[in-house]
């Protein structure tokens, strides 16, 4: 896997991301730090709406920011997006009221939201060879799951010499990092895109998305992502300290399950996807998921001690593995049905559509265990992702006709 870091170019790009990702991990940690001491008692509720800002910006500015900075070059784009995130982690320290979180926030990720999908179209121009690419999105992915997993200790490692705001000129260095790196890198030349109207431009992305069975697929799949994450990120911590009485250690340790189990799938899926089709394996993904979600509704709701609490790692742990066979192989799909001058916005497209599920399934999981219990906002989740798992192999079947796309990704 690591042979495609020979490519000096894509070597560059990866520790780009892997600073940038340490320098975003630092700064969800000493934002929460931050709210506490501007909001106190009231600190969930600024971090709540923060985070539901963030959501909005995915959604919101992705698609709008590809139709608008289109003729950008993508490097310069890139570098900008860096240093407008890195201005922005500077003046963080300074806050003294709840709004200014907000405003400084919805800048902060909208510039992200402009980063990460023209990162990631990018690639496939560095590394047009399918086996290199799939080897490069294995790394990635492994890439946010260390992030998740050792952030948290660099910041609680830092915390213990100095003040929490000194970790935001960590992530202002992360991020100029980044553009350091970037700014290194030779870009592979790419004709620019036609003159087309801004409206063209803007839905451009989502009339791929509906015209197309394989990204008709992907984008159920999104949703079938979005609620087992849903309830892994919302609930995890309340399911441990509220649900079972257990230590923070213990959530840490839960949430270390998830993690791993993708990890784990991370590791083998370029050998995985060269012996089977990315169809295959991505829904086979989508239909583990909504059984584990049952099985961990289950072993909430009549689970007890010790052998409820290694099912539930089991269970966090194969949710993980079986969410990262979906996530893992997605952008191939991008790349195969997009072109060099049409790329960048079907990945702003799949960026708003993946984290437009988010924005349903978060409050949903939220909602439901505040109002019914855990086991219950589970099962309300399993309906929704049993519907994204029909949905995908509805659009997948249909799609098997004349000048589709088959298994073996050739045109039939």
Known sequence: MLDVLCNRSYAKLFSAQIIALLGTGLLTVALGLLAFDVAGSQAGLVLGLAMTIKMAAYVAVAPLINAIVGHIPRKLLLIGADLT????????PFVSEAWQIYMLILVLQSASATFTPAFQAIIPSILPEEREYTRALSLSRLAYDMESLVSPLLAALLLTATSYHNLFLGTVAGFCGSAVLVSMTRFPEVAAPGKTTFLHRLTGGLRAFWARPELRGLMALNLVVATTTAMVIVNTVVLVKGGLG??????????????????????????????????????????????????AACEIHWGQGTSQWIALMATWLLTGAATATILTPSSRLLRRNSTEQDRPGIFAAQFSLSHACFLLTYPLAGAAGAAFGLAEAAIILVGVGLLGTFLAFFSWRSGTGVGAVDENHETT
């Open 85 to 92: 995130r890195a201005a922005v982690a500077m003046f963080l």
């Open 246 to 295: 257990r230590s923070q250690t213990d959530a840490a340790l839960l949430l270390g399950a998830y993690g791993a189990g993708s990890m784990i799938v991370a590791l083998s899926v370029p050998r995985l996807l060269d012996r089977f089709p990315d169809r295959r394996v991505m829904l086979g993904g989508a239909s583990c998921l909504p059984p584990l979600l049952m099985a």
